[in-house]
């Protein structure tokens, strides 16, 4: 890799996120790493956060999600233009997929948009003498992450969220 490595991503990125505009859908996040098949290009795409006419987020509905097909088709696209750019100048796997049923949360909006989900929630500072919570999200208020746990309604600051993601939930019948 000749380019240094900052540049190399920025201008994948950029390719990337112009072929998933390209489908309505958006770069959630990409890496290039050396692993033992050599290197990996791995790109996540996500649909787009959408919002109302007045700019609050919409929840996005369960059924709503980045299929096999959307994958393939950004992977096709972006595989074609990464080779005539000639931008990594080495052999590399290119794997496209979605975020997961179990996506990390990163912003007020993503906290907003799955109201209603199931999350895990690690904090760096305890909040109620807790490090991690789990229950269904509520949203945002203000700056806290509202979320139920059980009978309670916690409310956990977003500048002390290390880290959280969507928890699975299965179906029953």
């Not at 240094?4 to 990125?13: F, I, M, S, Y």
């Not at 290009?41 to 919409?58: F, H, K, N, Q």
């Not at 909006?109 to 999200?137: S, T």
Request: aromatic share 6%.
């Amino acid at each position: 890799m000749n380019a240094p490595r900052a540049e190399l991503l920025e201008r994948v990125r950029s390719m990337a996120a112009r072929v998933a505009t390209s489908y309505g859908l958006e770069v959630f996040d990409l890496h290039l790493r050396r692993e033992p098949i050599g290197w990996v290009l791995r790109v996540v795409i996500d649909l787009p956060t959408r919002r109302a006419e007045d700019g609050t987020v919409l929840v996005e509905a369960i059924t709503e999600s980045i299929g096999v097909d959307d994958c393939q088709q950004v992977s096709q696209d972006l595989g074609a233009v990464l080779d005539v750019s000639e931008a990594i100048d080495t052999e590399y796997t290119l794997e496209v997929s979605s975020p997961g049923a179990d996506r990390p949360l990163r912003s007020a909006d993503d906290y907003r948009r799955f109201a209603g989900r199931p999350a895990k929630i690690v904090v760096r500072e305890a909040v109620d003498n807790q490090m991690y919570f789990e229950g269904r999200l509520r949203g945002v208020d203000g700056e806290d992450v509202v979320l139920e746990t059980g009978r309670k309604i916690k409310r956990i600051p977003l500048s002390r969220v290390s880290r959280a993601k969507l928890d699975v939930e299965f179906g029953t019948h």
